[in-house]
């Protein structure tokens, strides 16, 4: 446990080994923050979610305790946390009778009345067992050939007051980046050669892993055995890609310490220690984000190359980029994904053409000529936008933000650095950003972009 503060060992020994008595329960005084330099940034008043986790690697069963530790905000009276139920297991409980559980489809609902100012503990348990993935049940929850995968099994926290709760961001659909961020603390038992995470891990006395991961929004655990092994390129945080044959990843850990570097030069740092890519694990489309940990599927072979290499940059650099746009700045996947999504587009493309990758703004057009026949704006729902049609966010989204970056790149730059800093940690608003960018650029040029690329009208 070296390294962490003394105050928050304790008071996650305490959450572990209490006995279930809410009232008793306080948050440690000030911000929970860990002595390490790649973790930034205060989080008072964040919900804390302590879990125990063991992963069996001989049937890929996952057994977990864990509670969500609460300090209401003035004016909360209530808590409701949404859990996807495929991803708890079918063993689901609440270990606090007290606590009300229901299970209706995909979701378990705890429900639960707080007393302001006081820490609430919602105690649960559950076991499941890993599945496969498949094209028309794409789980976040997979097993491949010496690999198991879990995310998605953390709560999602939507405030209640005197008129009700705010449960228009959720559905079962929803993206665990919704949440809040929040502060993990976990022990994790594993037999694999190696347990990635986002967070900070130090070795306890029964051979579990400790994890703290502070300021994300759901905490992924991979567990590779040792047929897995990684390319590794230092820096702040170590890149890392892990794939179980070398040509899998060829070029991705280069092109993913370029993207890094860039845009922490432009935008602050991540708060991870090491950023993990995971090459070749199944059902995972062509990436997928999670905080600390990306996703891939499997890399072009050498043939494929010259021609995919656009494509091959574009994805790495996308992904990488959602660290920034979903990981450290939240927003609401359901409503607005065009906040995150169009963020992400144009920053890969963006990095992609400073980095001298040839076909990226042939990429760019192409696409923009496929979305003239599509009738969505960039900016709609996500209950608006189905099949080819979630490219406009991609093609339009980041043509938005390339005729900003024409009228004024540096002012872009600044824009997007001031909108980080002031909602980091936070649930970013579309709302608050567009407010961010008319303030630091021409509002003019702002609007006639909106309203060029974004909603599609000229």
């Known amino acids: 446990m070296d390294g962490v503060e003394p105050d928050v060992v304790a008071w996650q020994q305490r959450l572990i080994t209490h006995p279930r008595r809410a009232a008793e329960l306080e948050r440690p005084s000030g911000p929970l923050r860990f002595a390490f330099p790649e973790v930034r940034g205060p989080l008072r008043g964040a919900p804390v979610w302590v879990v125990d986790v063991r992963l069996d690697a001989a049937d890929g069963t996952v057994a977990w305790t864990g509670v969500l530790a609460w300090t209401p905000p003035p004016g909360a009276d209530g808590l409701v946390l949404r859990f996807p139920a495929e991803a708890l297991g079918a063993d689901v409980d609440a270990l606090d009778a007290s606590v009300p559980l229901t299970v209706d489809g995909d979701l378990v609902t705890v429900d639960v009345d707080v007393v302001p100012g006081r820490t609430l503990a919602v105690w649960m348990s559950g076991a499941l067992r890993v599945p496969a993935r498949s094209a028309d049940a794409p789980e976040r929850l997979s097993s491949a050939d010496g690999a198991t995968t879990l995310v998605s099994w953390l709560p999602l926290p939507t405030p209640c007051g005197p008129e009700g709760c705010d449960?228009?961001?959720?559905?079962?659909?929803?993206?665990?980046?919704?949440?809040?961020?929040?502060?993990?603390?976990?022990?994790?038992?594993?037999?694999?050669?190696?347990?990635?995470?986002?967070?900070?891990?130090?070795?306890?006395?029964?051979?579990?892993?400790?994890?703290?991961?502070?300021?994300?929004?759901?905490?992924?655990?991979?567990?590779?055995?040792?047929?897995?092994?990684?390319?590794?390129?230092?820096?702040?945080?170590?890149?890392?890609?892990?794939?179980?044959?070398?040509?899998?990843?060829?070029?991705?850990?280069?092109?993913?310490?370029?993207?890094?570097?860039?845009?922490?030069?432009?935008?602050g740092p991540l708060p991870h220690h090491t950023l993990d890519l995971v090459a070749s694990l199944p059902g995972v489309g062509q990436g997928v984000e999670l905080p600390g940990v990306i996703l891939l599927a499997p890399q072009p072979t050498v043939d494929e190359e010259a021609r995919l290499e656009p494509d091959r940059c574009w994805v790495v650099a996308h992904e990488v980029a959602h660290q920034w746009w979903y990981g450290e700045v939240g927003s609401d996947p359901l409503r607005e994904p065009w906040v995150d999504e169009s963020l992400a587009a144009w920053s890969s493309l963006d990095a992609c053409r400073r980095a001298g990758v040839p076909g990226v703004d042939e990429r760019q057009d192409v696409l923009l000529r496929l979305m003239e026949r599509q009738g969505a704006a960039a900016?709609?729902?996500?209950?608006?936008?189905?099949?080819?049609?979630?490219?406009?966010?991609?093609?339009?989204?980041?043509?938005?933000?390339?005729?900003?970056?024409?009228?004024?790149?540096?002012?872009l730059d600044d824009a997007l650095a001031t909108w980080l800093r002031h909602e980091r940690w936070r649930m970013g608003t579309g709302e608050a950003l567009r407010g961010t960018l008319r303030q630091r650029l021409d509002a003019d040029v702002v609007d006639a972009a909106w309203a060029t690329w974004m909603t599609g009208r000229d």
Request: net charge negative; hydrophobic share 45%; no cysteine.
């Open 167 to 267: 449960r228009t961001h959720w559905t079962g659909a929803s993206d665990p980046g919704s949440a809040e961020a929040m502060v993990f603390l976990a022990r994790v038992h594993t037999d694999a050669a190696t347990l990635l995470h986002p967070g900070v891990g130090w070795r306890m006395d029964d051979g579990a892993v400790g994890i703290a991961a502070v300021g994300v929004r759901e905490l992924p655990l991979i567990a590779l055995d040792e047929r897995w092994s990684a390319e590794v390129r230092p820096g702040d945080p170590v890149v890392r890609t892990w794939a179980r044959d070398a040509d899998a990843v060829r070029g991705v850990a280069d092109r993913a310490r370029a993207t890094v570097d860039d845009l922490t030069r432009r935008y």
């Open 379 to 411: 900016s709609a729902p996500a209950s608006g936008l189905e099949g080819a049609a979630w490219t406009v966010v991609y093609a339009r989204g980041a043509a938005f933000w390339d005729a900003l970056r024409e009228a004024d790149a540096e002012g």
